[in-house]
């Protein structure tokens, strides 16, 4: 993906922990962002989107927070657990077109 | 609940060979898409159909064709493949007008030898 990326590659927390993954973006004219997690051999899973007019979001333990002053992207795990262990990507959609354009993953380890 | 589901899993084909990859939609879903996923890679969009037709075209080779049924399945075609073919392949569901929430299948797992 061009137009959006990750900060980190890799991410290692304690079980309980909160963690935040974080995504940077290029393109003004995105309108929807969409976090999906990706379990070894699986196809990717979504987990909560956010349209380009709203700046924060929450679902059941997650919370996508957007950032347009700096285009960033964040997505916040509450008390991580195990199962949560996956690589995560920030896609967005862009100018009307359905097509999903995926940043850079972010490999989530949960350490117990 | 019923999810997108694609075949065959795994497939081994040799250079030069072809391929059909099969992807049956989420009940309801009208809208399908197509996306490869290299190693250590982020997927990327191949094509999308809606009705029959296609709406989106993304990084997809002139050797890869696809179409989309009466019954919303979907069907890639690969021709002459190359080594670098080999790749996930994954196909997604959404309804037309909410492509922010789509549904990605297990994928098929497509070896070129």
């Known amino acids: 993906g061009e137009s959006v990326g990750l900060h980190l590659p890799t991410l290692s927390v304690q079980e309980g922990d909160n963690s935040i993954i974080n995504c940077a973006y290029s393109?003004?004219?995105?309108?929807?962002f969409i976090w999906y997690k990706q379990e070894s051999g699986k196809g990717p899973q979504f987990i909560i989107d956010i349209r380009s007019n709203m700046d924060k979001r929450q679902g059941q333990r997650v919370t996508v927070l957007l950032n347009k002053t700096v285009k960033h992207l964040s997505l916040q795990i509450a008390a991580t657990q195990p199962g949560d262990s996956a690589v995560y990507f920030c896609?967005?959609?862009?100018?009307?077109?359905?097509?999903?354009?995926f940043g850079k993953g972010t490999k989530l380890t949960v350490n117990p | 609940a019923a999810g997108v589901i694609q075949s065959p899993r795994h497939l081994i084909k040799e250079k030069r060979e072809t391929a059909t990859l099969k992807c049956y939609p989420i009940p309801r879903h009208d809208t399908v898409y197509w996306y490869q996923q290299g190693p250590g890679q982020d997927p990327q969009f191949l094509i999308s159909?809606?009705?029959?037709?296609?709406?989106d075209k993304g990084s997809i080779p002139d050797r890869f064709s696809a179409q989309q049924f009466s019954d919303y399945h979907s069907e890639l075609n690969m021709s002459s493949l190359e080594l670098g073919d080999s790749a996930l392949y994954f196909c997604a569901s959404s309804l037309r007008g909410a492509g922010y929430e789509q549904y990605f299948g297990p994928g098929t797992r497509l070896t070129v030898t």
């Open positions: 393109n003004s004219a995105s309108d929807y």
């Open positions: 159909f809606y009705e029959k037709m296609q709406s």
């Open positions: 896609a967005e959609t862009q100018g009307g077109s359905e097509k999903l354009v």
